[in-house]
Structures are given as C-alpha cells and as structure tokens.
C-alpha cells in the first residue's frame, strides 16, 4: 500500500475465477476455462468457476464487492497483512504470495510466487483481451507532458484511455491496462524506470504497438551508471513488433531505435522523418510556441522549445493512428500541462515558472532556456535544488548546471541543498547569487531580492519539494 490509496482497476463483466486462473498460469488472453493448476496457483480448496468478478485492487482501503485483491510486498506495507481487510471490504478472492496468511478467508486464494509479477500477468491478461493499439511512453524527461499532448491529439478523433497520476511504474502501469474501458479505441501508457530492467517488464506487460522515447539525460546515475546506461534501458521500449517515434535531435537514441524496432519515424523541429517546416518559442513573450507542420499550423499551449520537441512526437504518433494532422493540432490545443512542469501562474505582477515535480541535469538544462527565452525587460529569478540520484557524477552535473545558471543574464540566481555549494563554488561573490542549506533559511534572504514583477523559476528534484516555496511567494507578490 501506500500513504494514498490506489484506486482499483475495475473492468465489470470481464473477469472470472477461471480468466484469472487463465491470467496466472499463462493462458491464452481470450481463454475461458482454468488451465491446468501450475506452481499452485489456484488453491485446491477453491473450485474455479465463471461468476464475475468486478476488477483488481491493490490497497485494501479501497477494495470493494467483487474485486480480486492481490497482495503486494512494498518498501513500507506487506499486503498480506490486510488479506482480512480486504474480504471484510468485499473482495471476493486473494492473490498471495504467502498461502498460509490466507487461510480461513473464505474467499478463493490464488497462490504465486510473485505477487508484483502476478500483477502484471493480469495485465497483460487484460491488454491482450482488450486487443487494441497500445501507446507506450519512456524517456528520461517530459514523458507526462507528452503522454498529455498524445491524448489530446489522439482524442480529437478516438476514445482515449490514459495513465493518470503517476501511475507508471509496475504497480501503475499493470492497474492502467487492467482499467481499459472495452469501448477505448487506444491506451497510452507512461513507462518510468528506476532500475535496469524495469522498461523491458513493463514493455512485456503492455506490449505496446507504438513505442515513444522522449529523451536521454542523466538520470537515476546511482543505478544506470552513465549515459550509455541510460540509453539501454530507455530503448529496451522498442520491439520487432513495434513503431518506434523519437526525438530526430538525438542521434544516439534514434540509432537505438532503427536497432530495435520495427520501423521508426524520428521527429524534429527543422530536421527528420516528420519535421516542423517553421517554428518559434515565446508568443506574447510567454514562453508558448507555435510551428508549421505539413503545412498544418499549430499552437502548443505550453511553453518553451522542449515541448514543441514533445508535440512534434505526439503528432507523430496521431499520423501513425490515422489521426489527420489538422484534427491532431486541434487536439493538442487544448491540453493543459500537468502540475509542477513548467507550470506558469501569476501572483500580483510576479510570474511564477513552477517546474519543481523533478530535475536531472536535461530538465535543468531546458528550464534555464526557457527562463532564458522569457521575461525580458522583468527581473529574472531561478531557484535551483538539488538533482537527486546522480551517484558519483553528481557534483560535476551539479557544478556543469550552476556555471550555466551563472553563464545566463539572470538577476537573481538562488539554490539550495547541493546547488548551494555549487553556486558558490563556481560564482564566488557574484552578487547575484542568495543561497542557503535549506528552503527554510533561504526564503527571508530571497524575499528582500525580489523584485515587484519578477518571473520567477522553480526547479529540484521530486525529493526536495521545493514547491513549499509557492505560499510565501504568493503571499509576498498579493499582499
């Protein structure tokens, strides 16, 4: 479980004890009766049976009448130890790793080796049942603002069902497909990783017929080791079975792509298989861009040139779903940005860049553009926080991402955790510089820097939430 309740994957009418019997043991997705019992999986106190189940449930907080249960072991909870929960809550069978914390449920217990594994065979169950086209998304930046620039543009034509939250790893990633509405026309997956293998499992799982990788920076180092490790695990998305659509600016990765897949479309501004013939960053000096594409013009409600990069690969999946280019830019219009990705507010006659969800080295690199290509004439502001997970090459990414701060004609140029010493290492007295260890201590000697109509850009790592700087900020600009 964890601290928020993860909301069941409900498909009604679908599921049966023998489908999931089916699922566990490796059945054919369309089968309808229980394969022959394997590693018991299906507790021989149990008979199987066709009565419909209502969906899969993971927290048992939130199960209900007819879910299977399936009893994840995380970093923090052991969902064996709410088997009891769970059936009290409605759950009308079990999926557990350990058989003797199930007894005396009353309910059916399906026995496996792997609980999380279990998880994904159910998916994958779902996926192959359902049978439509499949949208995988990876990289090491901007996979949910792409996988929002696809729904729209796919959804200006289809019924889209997508990853919500972030749900994508091999929890999220395994409930998504398993909550494919049999009347979706395409799922769009987004695929994180942390550790190697972890985009090769969640590929099986979805087998995806559309493969995207948004980029390659420097990210989770302490586990992929460098770039090269990096690249491996990205592209390990793309199959002989699957299209491939990259970034055309990234040659190693579409390298990557034509070794891998079956066929690939790389996408660019100004250069690749399907390119933007025109294009420009900062209308109205917001920031937001807009370009030609086969002749199509299009608005991209978001900012900077990395999300006209994004949209031109979300224009390249809509062409390959048969969706027009016209009809896609339409789409993509009206897609709002997710929370904390360069998400623009004004407070009083401040502008406040909040890009706080992550940061890696790339992220960083395109948000200091970003901030580089507005507010001119305003007081430019960045608050820059740690970059976490970079194992050793952390404090020459830091040091490499604070010069290029300090390269930039910013006014005032913050930082705290290991951009604190960054910065002063590589600025020494420049006056520009307001640092501190903490968000805590560096806000009061932040405030008496800011000016009046200061665009301000927020950007660290998930870790050191550094949006708890947005109400001070707010209440110092509106009062």
Request: charged letters at 20%.
């Amino acid at each position: 479980m964890s601290d928020d309740p993860l909301v069941p994957a409900r498909s009604p009418g679908f599921w049966t004890l023998d489908r999931v019997a089916a699922a566990l043991a490796g059945g054919p997705a369309g089968g309808h009766s229980a394969p022959p019992s394997r590693r018991g999986v299906l507790d021989a106190t149990r008979r199987t049976g066709g009565a419909g189940l209502r969906g899969v449930a993971t927290d048992s907080r939130t199960a209900g009448d007819g879910d299977i249960f399936v009893a994840l072991d995380g970093e923090r909870f052991d969902g064996h130890d709410f088997l009891a929960a769970a059936v009290r809550q409605g759950a009308s069978a079990v999926v557990v790793s350990r058989p003797e914390r199930a007894q005396g449920l009353g309910v059916p217990v399906f026995a496996v080796p792997d609980t999380l594994v279990a998880l994904g065979e159910l998916a994958r169950y779902r996926r192959r049942a359902w049978g439509k086209s499949v949208i995988a998304i990876a990289g090491s930046n901007g996979k949910t603002t792409t996988k929002e620039l696809v729904r729209g543009a796919l959804g200006a034509a289809l019924t889209v069902h997508a990853t919500t939250a972030n749900y994508n790893n091999r929890v999220g990633v395994p409930l998504t497909l398993l909550g494919i509405p049999d009347a979706a026309d395409v799922a769009v997956i987004e695929m994180g990783t942390n550790a190697h293998g972890e985009v090769a499992i969640l590929r099986a799982i979805a087998e995806p017929d559309v493969a995207v990788v948004t980029s390659i920076g420097e990210e989770h180092l302490e586990g992929f080791g460098d770039l090269a490790g990096v690249l491996a695990e990205e592209s390990a998305v793309f199959t002989r079975d699957s299209l491939g659509i990259v970034p055309a600016s990234e040659t190693a990765l579409v390298a990557a792509a034509r070794a891998r897949a079956q066929s690939v479309v790389a996408a660019g501004l100004g250069e690749g298989d399907l390119r933007a013939s025109s294009w420009e960053v900062g209308t109205a000096g917001e920031g937001e861009g807009q370009m030609v594409v086969e002749g199509v013009p299009v608005v991209v409600p978001l900012r900077g040139a990395h999300n006209l990069r994004n949209a031109m690969l979300a224009l390249a999946v809509a062409r390959a779903c048969g969706v027009p280019m016209a009809v896609a830019a339409a789409g993509m219009r009206g897609v709002a940005g997710p929370p904390m990705r360069s998400t623009w507010a004004q407070l009083g006659r401040a502008t406040l860049i909040n890009d706080a969800y992550n940061s890696n080295p790339a992220s960083a690199r395109a948000a200091l553009d970003l901030l580089d290509a507005v507010g001119t004439g305003r007081q430019r502001v960045v608050v820059l926080g740690t970059m976490r997970e970079l194992g050793a090459a952390g404090p020459a990414l830091h040091a490499e991402i604070a010069q290029r701060a300090l390269a930039s004609p910013f006014d005032v140029i913050a930082g705290v955790g290991e951009f604190a010493s960054a910065l002063e290492r590589a600025g020494g007295a420049d006056p520009r510089l307001v640092t501190a260890p903490d968000i805590d201590d560096l806000w009061p000697r932040l405030r008496e820097r800011l000016a009046p109509d200061a665009v301000i850009l927020l950007k660290a790592s998930r870790g050191v939430r550094l949006e708890r700087l947005v109400p001070p900020l707010t209440e110092w600009a509106t009062t």
